[in-house]
Structure formats: structure tokens, C-alpha cells
């Protein structure tokens, strides 16, 4: 069913896009869809456009595991539309033809902008390629039963096909329908949600048992435990960085692995689920991994509203909201660290409870009541998302496609109103996904299709189709945005290099061919990172490099050419620096994130000013002298 | 021209006036998006505060910066909109008979 879909879906997509390209011959139909998009389709292409797999996979993801915090990507990413909307959609539908490069260097016919701009172009889309193709292979994981690679290499592949065809046109259209049906089934999925209620015990309505995860008493003399109850063995206790105990125990020839909780002086070891690699291949629980044992799908209340037993029934949005805010209501999540056993590997996936109270304000993922560095860290972020979207090439580039400015305006009303629905809809899905059990403890991004699943085979078979068409119609958009950056700004513009009409749509297409190539490489190299997060720095990189240069551009008559392309310059550059010695990229290096020479994981509250800054000094320097008049 | 429009935009006559008002727009939203972040950041326990319905002060700010956004937008097109048609609008002739 699933499978039946998913294809069906792909076929349709990609037989619209030959049908679509067969009437596209010239540049301006290549990159911009001839201009002629009726504005309300180009709205919920916008949506379609946006809402990517950091939306719809991460956001969910993020919130499914770390409440609240979750929900901040989506405030900030609409917020960012208010900037694009008040500030953007206007002048840069005045000023541009094809490209972001376009609408900067619309005043100047600088190199020095064409170059940097198309460079900063490049790398802001390729930052917000990578999520997508992780999500694309996440997708496919449990959908097809493939590996992460090549759901990876299938998307890469379809949407070189997409946009290899008929460029703006087959995009435009393809995030059309997949915003129109990502919105309608997302609020499918939350009347579901609402419907079945909450339970501390869920089994997705008796498709899948509760498992009750057991904890054991024991008492601890100096740095001995001892478990009272029968059978049971301590084998090994191990300390983990951040103050985390584990202790290896040993019951009928069987070993596992529990997380020590202490408070009080009292000791209580909890189950929890462990993943051990050794030279004869992963076992999961004690089992070797295979088809059959994999790790427990986890999220359920241990109270609800004091209750530990109890079910609520069908729930309205606010109660359900309500009841999960409840400082009664305890949820039990779950985290994970990794050490060494010997020779061996171990991942623990352990749980701790919260209470509702705690998880439905910031605080879980990023500590606004922790340090000034924390509180620095959590500002940065809430600033990047908000000046992000307005910088977004791939966003940008939309504005081409329709016929004015009057349209441009409305046609971002209409992305505003979708993409604030859905970003309501994600708080519900996430809290569902929470609390059905549902949750993939080792892959977050998971959360949403997951919770689909719970509510049958078809539902599930349609939000996964949906949420890889969500991949398909962001990826489409950004190498748009790319291979009009490398043909038409870098080939066309900066290097003059002559071509006819035909050979410049022949030139994009060849750079979107190599630039989707780039692409399935780096989807793979980045497996496992949520994607939300990385969404998060590529937002960050755009509000770097490019929102100064276009927001003075408009604002500030002594701007010059250097100026903006030295804005873009240190933009880009310092951003990209501060992300790649953060805490979080030197997890992903293997390292301790407390060597971090840079102690934030969001730059933008240094590259952002400091970009700014640039573009003053430097276009200050670089005035031109007036000619003194003549008596 | 190396960076025209795609298709020619016409003159807009409602220009200076649409800049004037997404600016203003923007600093009062702005200043919205901001008092969420300082509170955050000041006092980040007052976002647990129940306010409305059983609902906490995070949830009610967070989906007013949703729901506001979108009414502003409305506002805005609504003004501009009003705004482009009345420039648009022929001049009424002011002498139109004789004697």
C-alpha cells in the first residue's frame, strides 16, 4: 500500500514535469517560470517551497522530544515572513530578473557582487540542501525498506529529473500540489490525534502492546550497588560524561544495561534500551539486530493530571494543550549517551521524566534559565530564524514568477496564512508523537510519519509520500536557485561568457545535473543530524551574508558595490566559521563539544552585526567624491 | 539592461507610501517578536504561567506571534491595495462645464 503510493505519487510528479518541460524553450520560462504565476498558486507554492523536511520531519521531531523548544523553529520561521513581506517582496520583484544576484546588483553591474552573490547563493543553498537530503533517506528507511543512501540517491535523482526538465515551471507546480496536500493531511493527522486523546498507556488503539518499562530499588555503599531483588546482578557501573551513571546487569545469562537514578539517597536503576556493537555485528537489547528486534518505539505519559492510569477520550485543541500543560502531567522522554564497554560500543537509550509544566515552555533544548552564554546562544537563534527567511536565494527567486508587485505582496499573504496553519498543526502533531508511543528513540526525524503509522496503513502510505515530496519540492526549488546562480549570474553575468537563449537553459540544466550530484553526497556523508537544526544554521548563513547587503541596498543611499560584496564576503565567511567550531559540529567531528573554540551553536549574533558593520565602514571608505560646484 | 525584470513592471505610484507603512508594520512587529525573546530571556519562569483557558503564557504568545502576523499581513495588503487603486483612479476633471 505504502509502496503503491509512494510511486504513484513519484510518477505523477515526474510525467507533470516532462509535460511541463516540453513547453519551457526559453531562459525566462527556465528560471522564472515566464513570470506569469497567478499569485495565489505562487502562495501556496511558496508554502510548498518552505516547508521542507525541516518543517515537517524536524520541527515535529524536535518537539516530539524536546516539547516546547521545538516550537520555537516554527514561530521564528513564520516570523521571517514578516520581514519578506513588510521589507522584501516589493523591491526585489522591482529590482530582479532571475536571481538574488539580480535584485543586489541591480543598482551597481559590479563583478565584485556577481561574484560574491552568486558564491553566497551557492552556499546558502547547498547549507540548506544538506537536511533535506538526510531527510529523503530517513524517509525511505522504514517507507521502501532501503538504506539511507539510497533514498538519498533516489531523491537526488528525481529532482535532477524535475528540474533538468522544465526549471521554475515543473517546480512551481510540484510545490504546489505538495504544500496544498502537506497542509490537508497534516490537519487529517491532528483531528486523528485529538480524537484518540491521550493515555498513559498507549497502544495505538491495540495495534501495538504498551511495554511498561520496569524500574529496580537498590542501595549504593560508596561505590558499590547492591539489588535487592532476586536474580539480579550488578556487572559493571559505568560514569558518563555530564554526571550520568549506568550500571551493566547481569539475569539468567543475560546482560543489560540500566540508568542509575539517585535523589534523596535513594537508588532506582531504570530500564532502558541499549544498542551494542561488537565484532560479530549490533545487538539491540540484548539480541542480535535483525528484521524483527529492533529498538522500541518510545513517548507515553507516566501521569496524566496525577493520574498514572488514565485515558482521556477525544480532546478539543485547547484541553489537549491544556491538559499537557498541566503541572500534573508528567511525560516521560527519553535521551542517549554513548561510551565504551571494553571493546565494545555502547548506546544507551535511557529515559526522564518532565513534567508537562517544564515541556511546554523553552527550556529543554535550549537553557533560557541557564548561562548568559545559553541565553546568548538562544537569542542568536530566535534572530537568525527571523532575519533567515528574507535571504533565502530559493525564496527569493519566487518573487520572479509572478507578473507584479501587487502579486508579489499577495501571493506572500497566502504563503503567510498556509505556513502559519501548519505551523500551528506541528505543535499538536509533535505533542501526539510524544505521547502515542510513536517515537524512534536512535532518529527523531521519524516523529510525524510515525504517528501517521499508529492510524493505519493508508494514512501513513499518504503522509510519507507527502513528506518525500516535501524533500522533492524544497530540493527542486534550491538547485533552481543554484544552477541560476552558477549559469546565469557566474557563466552569464560574471565571466560574460556569450550564449543564445537556448544554451543558457542547456547551461542550467548541466549545473543543476552537477549541483544534485553534490547534493546525494553530502545527504549522506550527514546521516543522523536532526535536520531542523541544520535547517537553523543555513538560516543563519542567509541572514549573514545576505539580508545586510539587500536591507541596506533599499534603506541606505550611501551603500556601495564594495560595500555589499564585502558585507556578503565576511558574512558568509564568518558564519560559516562560527558554525564550523561549535559545540554541536565538534559532536559531529567526534570531539568533546567543550573544546569548541567557539562556545555558541547559533552565529548569528556575531556574523549578522558584523556584516552590517562591514557594509557601513567599507561603503564609507569607498564613497565616491562629489564634483565641487562650479561658481 | 543586464538585470531587468523579467516582465516589465509598470510605474507605482504607491511606492513611497508602501515602504512608509511595511516599515512601520515591521518595527511594531518587530517589537512583538522581541518582547517574546526578552521574556524568555528575563524572566523565562513567567512563561509557565497559566493565562488563558489552561494554557501558559509561552503557548498564548507563541501562537499570537502566528495569528498576529497574519492579521498584520491582512492590514497591510488591505492598505496598500486601497492605496494603488486610489492613484490609479482617473483624476476627476475639476472643470468640466462652461458657461
Known amino acids: 500500500m505504502a509502496i503503491f503510493v509512494f510511486l504513484a505519487f513519484v510518477l505523477f510528479v515526474v510525467g507533470l514535469s516532462f509535460y511541463l518541460g516540453s513547453k519551457t524553450k526559453t531562459s525566462a520560462g527556465y528560471y522564472a517560470a515566464g513570470g506569469q504565476i497567478h499569485w495565489g498558486v505562487n502562495g501556496i507554492a511558496f508554502a510548498g517551497d518552505y516547508l521542507s523536511a525541516a518543517s515537517f520531519l524536524g520541527i515535529c521531531g524536535m518537539i516530539a522530544t524536546a516539547g516546547y523548544d521545538g516550537f520555537l523553529y516554527s514561530i521564528g520561521y513564520l516570523a521571517g515572513w514578516m520581514v519578506a513581506l513588510f521589507v522584501i517582496a516589493e523591491p526585489m520583484k522591482r529590482l530582479g530578473k532571475y536571481t538574488f544576484t539580480d535584485a543586489v546588483d541591480a543598482n551597481y553591474n559590479s563583478r565584485g557582487i556577481k561574484l560574491c552573490a552568486a558564491i553566497s547563493t551557492l552556499v546558502v543553498s547547498v547549507c540548506y540542501l544538506i537536511p533535506q537530503m538526510v531527510g529523503a533517506g530517513v524517509l525511505v528507511e522504514p517507507l521502501l525498506g532501503l538504506a539511507h543512501h539510497w533514498g538519498v540517491i533516489m531523491v537526488g535523482a528525481i529532482v535532477i529529473a524535475i528540474v533538468a526538465t522544465a526549471g521554475m515551471s515543473s517546480t512551481t507546480y510540484v510545490q504546489f500540489l505538495k504544500g496544498g496536500l502537506l497542509i490537508i493531511f497534516s490537519t487529517i493527522l491532528v483531528v486523528c490525534v485529538l480524537m484518540r486523546g491521550i493515555s498513559t498507556k498507549p497502544d495505538q488503539d491495540g495495534q501495538v502492546p504498551f511495554h511498561e518499562y520496569t524500574s529496580i530499588s537498590a542501595t549504593k555503599s560508596g561505590d558499590t550497588f547492591t539489588i535487592a531483588d532476586g536474580g539480579w546482578s550488578v556487572l559493571a557501573v559505568k560514569d558518563v560524561k555530564g554526571g550520568l551513571q549506568f550500571a551493566k546487569l547481569g539475569k539468567d545469562g543475560k546482560e543489560s544495561w540500566w540508568y542509575i537514578s539517585t535523589t534523596d539517597n535513594t537508588v ?62 508528567l511525560v516521560k522522554t527519553w535521551k ?204 543563519a548563513v542567509a541572514a549573514s551574508a545576505n539580508l545586510p547587503a539587500v536591507l541596506m541596498l533599499l534603506f541606505w543611499k550611501k551603500t556601495t558595490a564594495k560595500g555589499i560584496a564585502a558585507s556578503i564576503t565576511v558574512g558568509m565567511i564568518s558564519s560559516l566559521a562560527l558554525i564550523a567550531f561549535s559545540p554541536e559540529l565538534y559532536t559531529l567531528y567526534g570531539k568533546n563539544p567543550l573544546d569548541a573554540p567557539i562556545p555558541l551553536n547559533n552565529p548569528g549574533i556575531i556574523s549578522i552585526p558584523l556584516s552590517f558593520l562591514i557594509l557601513v565602514v567599507v561603503s564609507l571608505l569607498t564613497q565616491k567624491k562629489t564634483e565641487p560646484a562650479k561658481a | 539592461m543586464l538585470h531587468e525584470p523579467s516582465l516589465p513592471v509598470g510605474k507605482d505610484p504607491a511606492g513611497p507610501y508602501k515602504t512608509r507603512l511595511g516599515i512601520q508594520m515591521f518595527i511594531a512587529y518587530c517589537l512583538f517578536y522581541a518582547g517574546f525573546v526578552a521574556i524568555n530571556l528575563l524572566s523565562p519562569k513567567a512563561m509557565a504561567a497559566i493565562i488563558l483557558m489552561g494554557l501558559n503564557l509561552a503557548t498564548v504568545y507563541g501562537f499570537a506571534l502566528i495569528i498576529v502576523a497574519l492579521i498584520m499581513a491582512l492590514i497591510y495588503n488591505a492598505l496598500c491595495t486601497a492605496k494603488e487603486a486610489e492613484l490609479a483612479a482617473p483624476e476627476t476633471p475639476t472643470n468640466q462645464g462652461g458657461n
Do not use: C
Not at chain 1, 565484532?279 to 540484548?286: F, L, M, V
Not at chain 1, 492510569?309 to 477525544?314: F, L, V
Not at chain 1, 554513548?338 to 508537562?356: C, H, L, M, N, W
Not at chain 1, 528574507?390 to 527569493?396: D, R
Open chain 1, 268 to 329: 532506582t536503576l531504570k530500564e532502558s534500551q541499549f544498542v551494542v556493537v561488537k565484532p560479530d555485528g549490533k545487538w539491540i537489547n540484548g539480541e542480535k539486530a535483525s528484521e524483527t528486534n529492533k529498538l522500541r518505539q518510545v513517548g507515553n505519559l507516566e501521569s496524566l493530571k496525577g493520574d498514572v492510569n488514565a485515558k482521556t477520550g477525544s480532546l478539543g485543541p485547547v484541553e489537549y494543550l491544556a491538559t499537557m500543560t498541566d503541572k500534573d502531567t
Open chain 1, 336 to 539: 542517549s549517551t554513548s561510551f565504551a564497554d571494553g571493546e565494545q560500543k555502547v548506546t544507551v537509550y535511557y529515559p526522564k521524566v518532565v513534567s508537562g509544566e517544564k515541556l511546554l515552555r523553552p527550556g529543554q533544548k535550549f537553557k533560557v534559565e541557564g548561562t548568559w552564554l545559553e541565553k546568548l546562544d538562544f537569542t542568536s537563534l530566535m534572530l537568525a530564524l527571523f532575519l533567515g527567511t528574507a535571504a533565502l536565494p530559493h525564496i527569493l527567486i519566487r518573487y520572479y514568477t509572478v507578473p507584479n508587485q501587487a502579486s508579489a505582496r499577495k501571493s506572500t499573504i497566502v504563503a503567510i496564512a498556509a505556513i502559519g496553519f501548519f505551523y500551528v498543526l506541528t505543535l499538536f502533531m509533535g505533542l501526539g508523537a510524544m505521547t502515542n508511543g510513536v517515537i524512534n528513540p536512535a532518529d527523531s526525524n521519524m516523529s510525524a510519519p510515525l504517528l501517521s503509522r499508529s492510524f493505519g496503513e493508508l494514512l501513513f502510505a499518504i503522509i510519507s509520500a507527502i513528506a518525500f515530496a516535501t524533500v522533492l519540492g524544497t530540493v527542486a526549488g534550491l538547485i533552481v536557485a543554484s544552477s541560476g546562480a552558477v549559469a546565469h549570474d557566474l557563466m552569464d553575468r560574471y565571466m560574460n561568457i556569450k550564449m543564445d537563449d537556448r544554451q543558457k537553459v542547456t547551461a542550467g540544466k548541466t549545473a543543476a545535473f552537477v549541483i544534485g550530484g553534490i547534493a546525494i553526497l553530502l545527504g549522506i556523508l550527514f546521516k543522523g543530524m536532526n535536520v531542523t537544526f541544520l535547517v537553523g544554521l543555513a538560516f
